[in-house]
């Protein structure tokens, strides 16, 4: 099947209006008549449902935890980015277009960026009314920050914890249609496979996680916001929740999983302790804008450190490489994400990581301590100000900003970060790989919809900070409940969908047999056991740097994990009954298939490109000697898989990216 | 360190549940308390046993799910912190700890340590939202100022996890704490006021409903709190009903 | 408005309400007491005109007996739901990490002051009815003087009373120390009075019940 993006024809600041005023609508009366089921009830999945049910659509949604404000965007800190232009700065829609495709490496969909920037004031000016409570300047008027990789401030953000009031107000609006009866909630209910009658998606197979019960749903159009696949690497910020599972359902039953090696590897987490660590903790970028990030330059204090011979603050300027500073002087401490984390990488691979583990760095706050501390002795009139002084005046002003997050490392480290440089490292953090969708967020199943991080559209090869929520409220908000209705157009005179057809019957029983075999195994490991070694292989040879030589490995290695899990993995208790074993071990057999397609992706994938770093693919010299290096020519193309069984025998489909509005170039941060 | 835990468990709803005991050793400081539950799990599914349920998401602190009631406190020794927040460190070699559900006739338990906060949902579903579609054509967001000061008690208010800590802690079981933190957050913006009256009374109506006992102000639920809720949003919610239903 | 004391926070106010008007009764008593110390006629006279004006035998008394009456059925039955509210007890429970002993104790604190109201009643209250309603003599006078002062005094001789007064205005302190602020709290004042507010609660739990004892031991030791 070729690919059809769908993308409208006339201008890029046209399309979407124009394409919107031709859309096929449902009449209000008909669409009572209409069933949509959501599965993900995070911040796309959430306004998705919301928004439908508004509209008149018959919505049910499911959820995996007990209540949809505890879906894993509650986790994201930062902000979300909108071309609101209040702080004059010279923002626009097109300004913000422009940063997340040259963000992204140029490997995202012109057409949907572009909507994208284009519905984002409208998302701050949803959210107000709905009470999101953002900060806000002694004016009363919206306040601002800046975040990595752009030249404005357009970031809006409630403390840190804007994807929680986000996905709080995304959640009343829910309720509001809950209390009406327009959605009909399934919490602690996990959706197990979809059902395709006729070439269409119908419905889904679901798993009431309380009663074990397994349950059938069917509707006109099944919509996946279950969000993305870091856990793959086992260790990641996600949620430990967090799962591919209804991505990769739709996935076996014909939808295209896009770029699935496009990861992004967040520079600034806390670091892991032990083996028995089991997941990660980020910290808001914006610390980058006032920490230092540095190494010992000699082995011998790495050593010392780690014995405990010596503490980081015994060492001198001249004994510190600010490694980043070093290599990239124009952009130091606020290089990309991507670029960020892989320095970090280098040299802890190099044997200068300063934990027990090895994979640790400072982010030190001592110069901007200084910094602040000297400007407060301005400001207050102090002459002649003692070390001491400047150092608590400064202290007060990084705990101002940033006390929530200092406040979090000492819980977890048991360390004070203001008396002795923090220890970060990268992790697993976002996936912009997910389910290819066209420019109506359709997948390759008619009917069936993904939104928000599960699918593929927007980030390109990386994301840019505070872009994730714009992109789940603008699918879920202002594309999905109008793009859908084109499509439902044609279902008004369907009828309700039954649920005993071949089709239901079929699911239903792959379905339990799966669970089944899972409970009575009765094999010698558990599902962890498996998950932190498809984790390991992942992390070594698919990580932050790949290699052909190591991806074929995992490969190979991915698939004799996976072989082994179906022979040796061990489930107790019985599927009848809440079993967390037994939800976990699903999860992680989709993810032994997904691990494989992401290896033989990033293979396939000979060229690098943002989040995805090949080392074959390096400048070989001149300035940029050892940066990333894209190949425009040959790879200004998604990849779309199609399932044919084994992962290894997927098919690729080519979408080749065209860009009229954007000249491509290389990055550069030295 | 070695511990001893005694930990509930209970087969379904209506199961009678029971406190048992466990040994695990070898157990680091620097583990999160989450992380000995998985050692501990670990350990059980390796001998072929059911391993302890419990909810548990993010593990680190913002969705709420975690809910365990540890040595007679919501979210263990430690404050401001949930559950998978809380360190080893807190506790010594040797040590006997009892870890329990959270507790509340409004709050079954469903397995082990896992209990159902629908009664929440429920709470939410009947006024805790301002009604306005989705519909993008909402005015301009700076079009109506709002102090910075009632903006920051706002977004106070609003940290709330709806994990249930001031449920669980309260020796009435009231949920005032809870509740009076989503009426505070739209009390206190204007885009709230508009119907501030009926949805206090819709949340509190079906607050008692749900059977939550009442506040008698002992504060635990404030100290407890993972996030920090202060009481003030209790009072603000006692002004807010009694303005609301006098008025009539 | 109707329905009000079905719900959580009308009752919680209504408890408030009694508790802010049953502090103010609570507090004359306590100036009027004090004059049995500082001057007896003075006492003597302030004691007849509270026991013989109209506006306040049948207007003031019988409201403040509703009020006492109504602090304490409420308390029993707020009691009640919240044991119901609270489902199977916790193995472990440190209520002491969060929580004051009083704040978490006001059933036992208050249980124990309604059984020093009855003996209270039974040693002042009831003889007072007796004289004035049932005998009635309405001139407060025996042996030619107004009787109020010896009959306080007479109460105060046996020392199983006047422990029982201490240990009963010890509880009254407790009850005190957590009922001021809450009150203030139930009626939805919090706000930046508070502080100050509870300086003044705190004093006032401490220094009336403190002021009671004192003159109950006066007595006691001065007969």
């Given at each position: 099947?070729?690919?059809?993006?769908?993308v409208?024809?006339?201008?890029?600041?046209?399309?979407?209006?124009?394409?919107?005023?031709?859309?096929?609508?449902?009449?209000?009366?008909?669409?009572?008549?209409?069933?949509?089921?959501?599965v993900?009830?995070?911040?796309?999945g959430?306004?998705?449902?919301?928004?439908?049910?508004?509209?008149?659509?018959?919505?049910?949604?499911?959820?995996?935890?007990?209540?949809?404000?505890?879906?894993?965007s509650?986790?994201?800190?930062?902000?979300?980015?909108?071309?609101?232009?209040?702080?004059?700065?010279?923002?626009?829609?097109?300004?913000?277009?422009?940063?997340?495709?040259?963000?992204?490496?140029?490997?995202?969909?012109?057409?949907?960026?572009?909507?994208?920037?284009?519905?984002?004031?409208?998302?701050?000016?949803?959210?107000?009314?709905?009470?999101?409570?953002?900060?806000?300047?002694y004016?009363?008027?919206l306040?601002?920050?800046?975040?990595?990789?752009?030249?404005?401030?357009?970031?809006?953000?409630?403390?840190?914890?804007?994807?929680?009031?986000?996905?709080?107000?995304?959640?009343?609006?829910?309720?509001?249609?809950?209390?009406?009866?327009?959605?009909?909630?399934?919490?602690?209910?996990?959706?197990?496979?979809?059902?395709?009658?006729?070439?269409?998606?119908?419905?889904i197979?679901?798993?009431?996680?309380?009663?074990?019960e397994?349950?059938?749903?069917?509707?006109?159009?099944?919509?996946?916001?279950?969000?993305?696949?870091?856990?793959?690497?086992?260790?990641?910020?996600?949620?430990?929740?967090?799962?591919?599972?209804?991505a990769?359902?739709?996935?076996?039953k014909?939808?295209?999983f896009?770029?699935?090696c496009?990861?992004?590897?967040?520079?600034?987490?806390?670091?892991?302790?032990?083996?028995?660590?089991?997941?990660?903790?980020?910290?808001?970028?914006?610390?980058?804008?006032?920490?230092?990030?540095?190494?010992?330059?000699?082995?011998?204090?790495?050593?010392?450190?780690?014995?405990?011979?010596?503490?980081?603050?015994?060492l001198?300027?001249?004994?510190?490489?600010?490694?980043?500073?070093?290599?990239?002087?124009?952009?130091g401490?606020?290089?990309?994400?991507?670029?960020?984390?892989?320095?970090?990488?280098?040299?802890?691979?190099?044997?200068?990581?300063?934990?027990a583990?090895?994979?640790?760095?400072?982010?030190?706050?001592?110069?901007?301590?200084?910094?602040?501390?000297?400007?407060?002795?301005?400001i207050?009139?102090?002459d002649?100000?003692?070390?001491?002084?400047?150092?608590e005046?400064?202290?007060?002003?990084?705990?101002?900003?940033?006390?929530?997050?200092?406040q979090?490392?000492?819980?977890?480290?048991?360390?004070?970060?203001?008396?002795?440089?923090?220890?970060?490292?990268?992790?697993?953090?976002?996936?912009?790989?997910?389910?290819?969708?066209?420019?109506?967020?359709?997948?390759?199943?008619?009917?069936?919809?993904c939104?928000?991080?599960?699918?593929?559209?927007?980030?390109?090869?990386?994301?840019?900070?505070?872009?994730?929520?714009?992109?789940?409220?603008?699918?879920?908000?202002?594309?999905?409940?109008?793009?859908?209705?084109?499509?439902?157009?044609?279902?008004?005179?369907?009828?309700?969908?039954?649920?005993?057809?071949?089709?239901?019957?079929?699911?239903?029983?792959?379905?339990?047999?799966?669970?089944?075999?899972f409970?009575?195994?009765?094999?010698?490991?558990?599902?962890?056991?498996?998950?932190?070694?498809?984790?390991?292989?992942?992390?070594?040879?698919?990580?932050?740097?790949?290699?052909?030589?190591?991806?074929?490995?995992?490969?190979?290695?991915?698939?004799?994990?996976?072989?082994?899990?179906?022979?040796?993995?061990?489930?107790?208790?019985?599927?009848?009954?809440?079993?967390?074993?037994?939800?976990?071990?699903?999860?992680?057999?989709?993810?032994?298939?997904?691990?494989?397609?992401?290896?033989?992706?990033?293979?396939?994938?000979?060229?690098?490109?943002?989040?995805?770093?090949?080392?074959?693919?390096?400048e070989?010299?001149?300035?940029?000697?050892?940066?990333?290096?894209?190949?425009?020519?040959?790879?200004?193309?998604?990849?779309?898989?199609?399932?044919?069984?084994?992962?290894?025998?997927?098919?690729?489909?080519?979408?080749?990216?065209?860009?009229?509005?954007?000249?491509?170039?290389?990055?550069?941060?030295? | 360190?070695?511990?001893?835990?005694?930990?509930?468990?209970?087969k379904?709803?209506?199961?009678?549940?029971?406190?048992?005991?466990?040994?695990?050793?070898?157990?680091?400081?620097?583990?999160?308390?989450?992380?000995?539950?998985?050692?501990?799990?670990?350990?059980?599914?390796?001998?072929?046993?059911?391993?302890?349920?419990?909810?548990?998401?993010?593990?680190?602190?913002?969705?709420?799910?975690?809910?365990?009631?540890?040595?007679?406190?919501?979210?263990?020794?430690d404050?401001?912190?949930?559950?998978?927040?809380?360190?080893?460190?807190?506790?010594?070699?040797?040590?006997?700890?009892?870890?329990?559900?959270?507790?509340?006739?409004?709050?079954?338990?469903?397995?082990?340590?896992?209990?159902?906060?629908?009664?929440?949902?429920?709470?939410?579903?009947?006024?805790?939202?301002?009604?306005?579609?989705?519909?993008?054509?909402?005015?301009?967001?700076?079009?109506?100022?709002?102090s910075?000061?009632?903006?920051?008690?706002?977004?106070?208010?609003?940290?709330?996890?709806?994990?249930?800590?001031?449920?669980?802690?309260c020796?009435?079981s009231?949920?005032?704490?809870?509740?009076?933190?989503?009426?505070?957050?739209?009390?206190?913006?204007?885009?709230?006021?508009?119907?501030?009256?009926?949805?206090?009374?819709?949340?509190?109506?079906?607050?008692?409903?749900?059977?939550?006992?009442?506040?008698?102000?002992?504060?635990?639920?404030?100290?407890?709190?993972?996030?920090?809720?202060?009481?003030?949003?209790?009072?603000?919610?006692?002004?807010?009903?009694?303005?609301?239903?006098?008025?009539? | 408005?109707?329905?009000?004391?079905?719900?959580?926070?009308?009752?919680?106010?209504?408890?408030?309400?009694?508790?802010?008007?049953?502090?103010?009764?609570?507090?004359?008593?306590?100036?009027?007491?004090?004059?049995?110390?500082?001057?007896?006629?003075?006492?003597?006279?302030?004691?007849?005109?509270?026991?013989?004006?109209?506006?306040?035998?049948?207007?003031?008394?019988?409201?403040?007996?509703?009020?006492?009456?109504?602090?304490?059925?409420?308390?029993?039955?707020?009691?009640?739901?919240?044991?119901?509210?609270?489902?199977?007890?916790y193995?472990?429970?440190?209520?002491?990490?969060?929580?004051?002993?009083?704040?978490?104790?006001m059933?036992?604190?208050?249980?124990?002051?309604?059984?020093?109201?009855?003996?209270?009643?039974?040693?002042?209250?009831?003889?007072?009815?007796?004289?004035?309603?049932?005998?009635?003599?309405?001139?407060g006078?025996?042996?030619?003087e107004?009787?109020?002062?010896?009959?306080?005094?007479?109460?105060?001789?046996?020392l199983?009373?006047?422990?029982?007064?201490?240990?009963?205005?010890?509880?009254?302190?407790?009850?005190?120390?957590?009922?001021?602020?809450?009150?203030?709290?139930?009626?939805?004042?919090?706000?930046?009075?508070?502080?100050?507010?509870?300086g003044?609660?705190?004093?006032?739990a401490?220094?009336?019940?403190?002021?009671?004892?004192?003159?109950?031991?006066?007595h006691?030791?001065?007969?």
């Amino acid at each position: 099947m070729a690919l059809d993006s769908k993308v409208p024809k006339g201008p890029i600041k046209d399309k979407w209006t124009d394409y919107k005023n031709k859309i096929d609508l449902v009449n209000p009366a008909n669409k009572r008549n209409i069933d949509v089921i959501v599965v993900g009830t995070g911040l796309a999945g959430g306004s998705a449902a919301a928004t439908l049910a508004e509209l008149g659509y018959n919505v049910k949604a499911f959820a995996y935890q007990d209540s949809p404000r505890r879906a894993h965007s509650i986790a994201a800190q930062g902000g979300i980015n909108a071309a609101k232009n209040y702080q004059g700065d010279g923002d626009s829609t097109y300004r913000l277009f422009y940063d997340t495709v040259k963000g992204g490496d140029y490997r995202s969909r012109e057409a949907n960026v572009y909507r994208l920037a284009e519905v984002s004031s409208n998302i701050i000016d949803q959210c107000v009314a709905q009470g999101v409570p953002f900060a806000r300047d002694y004016g009363g008027l919206l306040d601002n920050r800046s975040f990595g990789g752009v030249l404005v401030s357009r970031t809006f953000y409630a403390k840190g914890q804007t994807g929680q009031q986000l996905l709080l107000g995304a959640y009343s609006a829910m309720n509001r249609q809950i209390a009406r009866g327009k959605i009909e909630m399934f919490n602690r209910h996990e959706m197990l496979d979809v059902v395709i009658v006729d070439g269409k998606a119908r419905g889904i197979i679901a798993r009431n996680l309380i009663t074990g019960e397994i349950e059938r749903h069917s509707a006109h159009a099944v919509v996946i916001g279950s969000g993305g696949y870091g856990n793959v690497y086992f260790l990641s910020t996600n949620a430990m929740g967090s799962n591919a599972t209804a991505a990769w359902k739709i996935h076996k039953k014909g939808a295209y999983f896009a770029n699935p090696c496009y990861t992004q590897i967040h520079p600034t987490c806390i670091p892991r302790s032990g083996d028995y660590q089991s997941k990660l903790t980020l910290m808001s970028e914006s610390l980058r804008n006032d920490g230092r990030i540095w190494v010992p330059k000699n082995m011998e204090d790495v050593m010392a450190i780690r014995e405990g011979r010596k503490k980081p603050t015994d060492l001198s300027e001249d004994e510190r490489d600010y490694y980043l500073e070093r290599r990239y002087p124009a952009f130091g401490n606020l290089v990309p994400r991507d670029v960020a984390s892989r320095a970090a990488k280098e040299r802890c691979d190099a044997g200068y990581g300063v934990n027990a583990t090895g994979e640790a760095v400072y982010l030190d706050f001592a110069s901007a301590f200084q910094r602040y501390g000297k400007e407060q002795a301005k400001i207050h009139n102090l002459d002649n100000p003692t070390k001491e002084k400047i150092i608590e005046l400064g202290q007060a002003i990084v705990k101002e900003k940033y006390g929530n997050l200092f406040q979090m490392y000492e819980k977890i480290i048991d360390q004070n970060p203001y008396e002795t440089p923090m220890m970060i490292y990268p992790a697993v953090h976002y996936t912009m790989g997910g389910v290819w969708v066209d420019y109506n967020l359709m997948t390759t199943i008619p009917g069936c919809y993904c939104i928000g991080e599960a699918n593929f559209s927007d980030h390109g090869a990386n994301r840019l900070g505070a872009s994730a929520l714009m992109q789940g409220l603008a699918d879920g908000y202002f594309v999905l409940p109008y793009t859908i209705g084109d499509y439902l157009s044609d279902d008004i005179r369907t009828g309700e969908i039954p649920t005993n057809t071949k089709e239901f019957d079929d699911a239903e029983k792959e379905v339990s047999e799966r669970i089944n075999f899972f409970v009575n195994n009765k094999g010698t490991k558990s599902v962890d056991y498996f998950h932190k070694k498809l984790g390991k292989v992942m992390w070594d040879k698919a990580g932050m740097s790949r290699n052909a030589e190591g991806l074929t490995e995992a490969m190979v290695e991915i698939k004799a994990i996976r072989e082994e899990f179906w022979k040796e993995v061990s489930v107790p208790g019985t599927a009848n009954e809440m079993n967390t074993e037994l939800e976990k071990a699903g999860r992680v057999a989709d993810f032994l298939e997904l691990g494989e397609l992401f290896a033989k992706d990033a293979l396939v994938r000979a060229e690098s490109c943002g989040g995805h770093f090949r080392e074959e693919s390096a400048e070989l010299d001149g300035p940029q000697k050892g940066e990333a290096k894209r190949n425009d020519k040959d790879f200004a193309f998604v990849s779309a898989w199609e399932y044919k069984g084994e992962p290894a025998d997927a098919v690729l489909h080519k979408e080749e990216l065209e860009f009229k509005d954007i000249e491509l170039k290389q990055r550069s941060y030295k | 360190m070695n511990l001893t835990l005694k930990i509930w468990r209970q087969k379904d709803s209506q199961a009678k549940g029971q406190m048992v005991d466990y040994k695990v050793t070898e157990i680091s400081e620097h583990m999160s308390f989450l992380e000995m539950m998985d050692v501990l799990n670990e350990q059980l599914v390796n001998s072929g046993e059911e391993p302890v349920a419990f909810d548990h998401d993010c593990r680190e602190g913002i969705c709420g799910m975690c809910s365990m009631y540890i040595n007679g406190e919501a979210h263990g020794p430690d404050r401001g912190i949930t559950t998978c927040q809380l360190h080893m460190r807190m506790f010594n070699d040797g040590d006997t700890i009892t870890i329990e559900p959270f507790r509340a006739a409004a709050f079954p338990v469903i397995k082990d340590l896992v209990v159902d906060r629908m009664a929440f949902e429920r709470i939410q579903q009947a006024g805790g939202y301002i009604s306005v579609n989705t519909s993008g054509n909402t005015q301009d967001a700076n079009n109506i100022p709002i102090s910075k000061h009632d903006a920051d008690e706002a977004m106070d208010a609003a940290t709330c996890i709806g994990c249930g800590a001031c449920v669980a802690t309260c020796k009435n079981s009231s949920a005032m704490l809870f509740v009076g933190a989503k009426v505070s957050q739209y009390a206190l913006l204007p885009q709230g006021q508009v119907e501030a009256a009926d949805r206090v009374q819709n949340m509190v109506a079906q607050m008692d409903l749900e059977g939550f006992g009442n506040c008698t102000n002992t504060g635990a639920c404030e100290v407890e709190c993972p996030k920090g809720i202060s009481l003030e949003n209790i009072a603000r919610m006692n002004r807010e009903y009694l303005s609301a239903t006098l008025k009539g | 408005m109707s329905g009000i004391l079905n719900s959580s926070i009308g009752r919680k106010f209504a408890m408030a309400l009694s508790a802010l008007f049953l502090m103010i009764f609570v507090l004359q008593h306590f100036v009027i007491n004090l004059f049995s110390v500082i001057n007896p006629d003075t006492f003597n006279e302030i004691s007849h005109f509270m026991g013989t004006f109209w506006v306040i035998q049948y207007v003031i008394q019988p409201i403040l007996i509703i009020g006492v009456i109504f602090h304490f059925v409420m308390g029993f039955v707020l009691e009640i739901k919240n044991n119901k509210a609270n489902g199977v007890k916790y193995a472990k429970n440190n209520g002491a990490a969060n929580s004051t002993w009083m704040s978490r104790n006001m059933i036992w604190s208050g249980g124990f002051i309604l059984a020093f109201l009855i003996i209270h009643f039974i040693d002042f209250w009831i003889p007072e009815i007796n004289t004035k309603y049932i005998v009635g003599d309405m001139t407060g006078m025996h042996n030619g003087e107004f009787r109020y002062f010896h009959e306080l005094q007479e109460k105060f001789v046996p020392l199983w009373r006047v422990a029982f007064y201490i240990v009963g205005f010890v509880f009254l302190a407790l009850h005190l120390l957590h009922g001021f602020d809450s009150a203030f709290q139930s009626t939805g004042a919090n706000n930046k009075y508070t502080k100050g507010l509870q300086g003044f609660g705190k004093a006032y739990a401490i220094l009336v019940p403190l002021g009671f004892i004192f003159i109950a031991l006066f007595h006691h030791f001065t007969h």
